[in-house]
Structures are given as C-alpha cells and as structure tokens.
C-alpha cells in the first residue's frame, strides 16, 4: 500500500504561484501514469495534467501554458507548478498514482486546498 501526500496549497492573489508537491511513501517508479485532479466546489472532480514514466504530459485546456507538472522518481515526488493562477483554479487538488498493468494499482492523496483571490 502506497500512501500520497500533497502538500503546497494556500491562498493566494490572482496572478500568483503556487508549487504543488505530492509525495509517496513508496517507489513512484513503476506508476506509469501520475497526475493531478481537482474539485471546486459543486463540480465534479477533474483532471488537471498527467506525466508518464517516460515524462509524457498532458494538461487540461484550461491550465495549458500556466501549469507545468513534473516528477522526480529519485525523491518519490511530483509536482505542479502553478502560474498565473486564476480566481477559478479554486479547487481541492488530488494527486494520483496509478499502474496499468498488472498488477493494477490506483492510489489518490488526500487532497490540498489551493484558493486564489481575485
């Protein structure tokens, strides 16, 4: 069992950074597919961008240009670099791990309020 923790969140004014982190207490190296999600409130949950072992990114339309996420096997950790950020990037953001291939394995952090104020 493999646990994620995200930490970085905060308030903060439009036009600001934050730097998401989500840590494991294990080996993220045979998740082959990370990424971070998000929920405001009264809307269903949604990905935000997702890395692939070989460092293959996707991100929502929404973020793109803005956002750029990251891992680092070495220190069991991914990340989310947030620019420019917007009164409607308010959500609680998730990090997940999973594997898609046997074993499967899926596993999601707690979450991280992040709030930007206009």
């Known amino acids: 069992q493999v646990q994620l923790v995200e930490s970085g969140g905060g308030l903060v004014q439009a036009g600001g950074s934050l730097r998401l982190s989500c840590t494991a207490s294990?080996?993220?190296?045979?998740?082959?597919?990370m990424g971070w999600y998000r929920q405001a409130p009264g809307k269903q949950r949604e990905v935000v961008a997702t890395?692939?072992?070989?460092?293959?990114?996707n991100y929502a339309d929404s973020v793109k240009d803005r956002f750029t996420i990251s891992r680092d096997n070495t220190k069991n950790t991914m990340y989310l670099q947030m620019n420019s950020l917007k009164p409607e990037d308010t959500a609680v953001y998730y990090c997940?791990?999973?594997?898609?291939?046997?074993?499967?394995?899926?596993?999601w952090g707690q979450g991280t309020q992040v709030t930007v104020s206009s």
């Open positions: 890395i692939t072992t070989a460092g293959t990114t």
């Open positions: 294990g080996s993220i190296f045979n998740f082959n597919f």
């Open positions: 997940n791990a999973r594997r898609t291939y046997y074993p499967l394995s899926d596993y």
